[in-house]
C-alpha cells in the first residue's frame, strides 16, 4: 500500500496533477488525442507526485480504459477521485487505485462544486471509507474548510481531508482573500490537531498557489485546470510551427 501524502512538513509540498482537462478536449471531438494517459507520463517525467483523475458518473472526460490503463503505466501514486456511491466503489476495488479523494458530484455542475457533506451523511461516508480502506486504499475526503466537515472527517476514520480551496480561489477583494486563506489555515491547524493529513486543492493557478503552499500542514495540492490552460498556450507557438512544417513537407 502506498501513502501519498507525506508526514513530515520539512518535506517539500507535492504536488498531484489532475489530467482531467486533457481527456475532456479528447471528448470534445471523439478522438483518440490528446490521452490523459500520455499527459500523466508527461507529467510525472516533469516531477509530479501524483497523478490525480475523477472518473465522474457521466463520464465526461476520463473513461474507464484510462483508469485502467494508468493503474499499470505509473510509476507515481494514482488518485482517483470519485462520488461516494457503491457504484464508484466496485470500480475503486476493481482497479485498486493508491488514493480515493471522495468528492460529491451533481451531473449538472461544471466541475465540482463545494466539498463533501461529510457532517450531513457520516454514516455514509463512514461506510465507504471501511470499504476502501479494508481494501488498502487510502481515502482522502474533500471538504469545505469549516469546523464541522474537519471534525466530521475525523470521525469517518479517514487518514486525510483535501480542503476545498474553490472560494479561497474565486475571492474578488483582497478582504475576502485573507479571511478565506484564514479558513483553509484553522481547518488545517484543526485537522493536523486530530492526526488529518492535509491535502487542499481546485482553482489554484500561478498567482495564488503560493499562499496556499504555505500554510501549516498542508502536505500536497491537486492541481488541474490551471495547469492544462497554460500548457495550450506556451505550447502553441511549436504546435503551430509543426503544422506549417508537416504542410510544406507534403509530398
Ligand atoms: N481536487 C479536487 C478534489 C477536484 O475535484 C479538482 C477538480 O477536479 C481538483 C483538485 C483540481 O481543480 P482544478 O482543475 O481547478 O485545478
Known sequence: MSVTLTADRTERIRLGVNVDHIATLRQARGTRYPDPVFAASLAELAGAD???????????????RDLQILRKTLTVPLN?????????????????????????????ERTTEGGLDVAGQLA????????????????????DPTEAQVRASAQTGAP??????????????AALH????????????????????????????????????????????????????????VGFERAVAEMILAMHTAP
Open 160 to 173: 486525510a481531508i483535501e480542503l476545498h480551496t474553490g472560494d479561497y480561489a474565486e475571492a474578488k477583494t
Open 124 to 143: 455514509v461516508i463512514t461506510k465507504v471509507v471501511g470499504q476502501l480502506q479494508a481494501a488498502g486504499i487510502v481515502v482522502s475526503l474533500f471538504i
Open 50 to 64: 501524483q497523478i490525480t483523475i475523477h472518473l465522474r458518473e457521466d463520464r465526461r472526460h476520463i473513461q474507464e
Open 178 to 233: 485573507c479571511e478565506r486563506l484564514q479558513h483553509l489555515r484553522d481547518a488545517a491547524l484543526l485537522a493536523h490537531r486530530l492526526g488529518l493529513r492535509v491535502a487542499a486543492g481546485h482553482g489554484l493557478d500561478y498567482q495564488n498557489v503560493q499562499s496556499v503552499a504555505a500554510l501549516p500542514h498542508v502536505e500536497e495540492l491537486n492541481i488541474g485546470h490551471s495547469i492544462v490552460a497554460r500548457a495550450v498556450l
Open 80 to 108: 482517483l477521485e470519485m462520488a461516494a456511491t457503491q457504484d464508484m466503489v466496485c470500480k475503486a476495488l476493481e482497479y485498486l487505485p493508491d488514493t480515493v479523494t471522495l468528492v460529491p458530484e451533481k451531473r449538472e
